[in-house]
T-cell receptor, first 117, second 117 residues
Framework: AQTVTQSQPEMSVQEAETVTLSCTYD???????LFWYKQPPSRQMILVIR??????QNATENRFSVNFQKAAKSFSLKISDSQLGDTAMYFC??????????????FGQGTRLTINP | GAVVSQHPSRVICKSGTSVKIECRSL??????MFWYRQFPKQSLMLMAT?????????EQGVEKDKFLINHASLTLSTLTVTSAHPEDSSFYIC?????????????FGPGTRLTVL
């Protein structure tokens, strides 16, 4: 079974700073996907970024980028120029490749990120 | 695109009654929908996976007779909590996935807060 671990329950930074959230996972699969989801106080889950395991290039979405280290099974999220609206719970998630049918997401415990003005 | 709605957003019911929660994909056809439960300050726990036109697959420890899931069309899945008790009070979230879109991505509804008195 796959497991996802987020070792930082809470983090807090000043607005405009850069922050990195950690995530490690355990799997014997070679083909899979990794995600970061954001859950603001509204509790709506929002996809931040996704990474295919077969791609060596790290995914980026504007101010959000990942550091994907497949051998180390590490998938950290970097938020640059942090904004107040980035305050949320962030979940790292793993999913096996869809070629084997609809696959479920396995979530980490979450990191509560607070951006201070 | 990829909007998922849930109804109701909040519901309060008496112990022993049944409550139905609807999950709709508004602008795409969802071949698979997922139901999660989230306790305060915790991660999402997958309850069941439902494919259109077939029986739901429940996660270990989830009572299928208590949490009835119906996925009768490609845009609607329902979760019915039968004979609800106070311990069923929680935040319930659905997500939807399309075989025609980016197949590795789940899109989440805004959640339903259930309170059982």
């Amino acid at each position: 079974a796959q497991t996802v671990t987020q070792s930082q329950p809470e983090m807090s930074v000043q607005e405009a700073e850069t922050v990195t959230l950690s995530c490690t996972y355990d799997t014997s699969e070679n083909n899979y996907y990794l995600f970061w989801y954001k859950q603001p106080p509204s509790r709506q889950m929002i996809l931040v970024i996704r990474q295919e395991a077969y791609k060596q290039q790290n995914a980026t979405e504007n101010r959000f980028s990942v550091n994907f280290q497949k051998a180390a099974k590490s998938f950290s999220l970097k938020i640059s120029d942090s904004q107040l609206g980035d305050t949320a719970m962030y979940f790292c998630a793993f999913m096996k490749h869809y070629s084997q049918g609809a696959q479920k997401l396995v979530f980490g415990q979450g990191t509560r990120l607070t951006i201070n003005p | 695109g990829a909007v998922v709605s849930q109804h109701p957003s909040r519901v309060i019911c008496k112990s022993g009654t049944s409550v139905k929660i609807e999950c709709r994909s508004l602008d795409f056809q969802a071949t698979t929908m997922f139901w999660y439960r989230q306790f305060p300050k915790q991660s999402l726990m997958l309850m069941a996976t439902s494919n259109e036109g077939s029986k739901a697959t429940y996660e270990q420890g989830v009572e299928k007779d208590k949490f009835l899931i119906n996925h009768a069309s490609l845009t609607l899945s329902t979760l019915t909590v039968t004979s609800a008790h106070p311990e069923d009070s929680s935040f319930y979230i659905c997500s939807a996935r399309s075989s025609r879109m980016i197949r590795d991505t789940q899109y989440f509804g805004p959640g339903t807060r259930l309170t059982v008195l």
